[in-house]
C-alpha cells in the first residue's frame, strides 16, 4: 500500500493543525471566560461549553495523533528484550491490535452517535452531534494509524533502528 504512508502523514498533519487551533480557540474562550467574570462581572453561558468542546478534540485528537507518532503509553520491558525480527512481528502484531481497537471505537462511537441524535447542548445549543461525532472520527484515525504503522516498511521502531533505505 503505497499511497498509505503518504496520506496518513496528510492526515496527521491536518489532525496536528486542527489540535493547535482547537487548543488555541479552548484557552480564548477561558480567557474571556476569566475576563467576563472576574474583571466585568458578567460570566458568559457559552464560554465553558465551547471550551469543553474544544478541549473533547484536543484530548481524542491527540490520541489518535498520539498513535501515528508513536507517543501512546505501552510497557516496552518484553519486546525489548526480544531480538530485531521477533521484536518487529511483536511491534507489528501491537499496531494490528490498535488498529482493531480503533475499528471498535469508530463503531461503538457511531452507535452512540446515533442515540443522542437529536439533542442540543445546555448552554450554546449547538447539536450534540458536533461534539459525539468526534469518538468514530477518533476512532478511524486510530485505526489508519494503526494500519500504516503496521504496514510501515521496517515495522515501526524507532528511526534509530529502521533500516538504510
Known amino acids: 500500500m503505497p499511497l498509505l504512508g503518504p496520506l496518513a502523514r496528510g492526515i496527521a498533519w491536518v489532525t496536528r493543525a486542527s489540535i493547535a487551533l482547537s487548543a488555541a480557540l479552548m484557552l480564548a ?3 474571556y471566560q476569566v475576563v467576563m467574570r472576574y474583571v466585568f462581572g458578567d460570566t458568559p453561558s457559552w464560554s465553558e461549553e465551547l471550551a469543553v468542546l474544544l478541549f473533547s478534540w484536543s484530548v481524542l485528537g491527540g490520541l489518535a495523533l498520539g498513535v501515528h507518532e508513536g507517543w501512546h503509553v505501552r510497557l516496552t520491558a518484553l519486546p525489548d528484550l526480544l531480538p530485531r525480527g521477533p521484536r518487529i512481528l511483536a511491534e507489528r502484531a501491537t499496531d494490528a491490535v490498535t488498529a482493531a481497537l480503533g475499528v471498535f471505537l469508530a463503531w461503538s462511537g457511531w452507535r452512540f452517535l ?12 449547538y447539536p450534540i452531534e458536533i461534539l459525539n461525532v468526534l469518538a468514530p472520527i477518533t476512532g478511524l484515525l486510530v485505526a489508519l494509524f494503526g494500519l500504516e504503522r503496521m504496514l510501515r ?13
Open 153 to 165: 516498511p521496517g515495522g515501526a521502531l524507532p528511526p534509530a533502528e529502521q533500516p538504510l533505505a
Open 114 to 125: 446515533d442515540i443522542t441524535s437529536g439533542s442540543v447542548s445546555a448552554a450554546i445549543g
Open 29 to 31: 474562550a477561558i480567557t
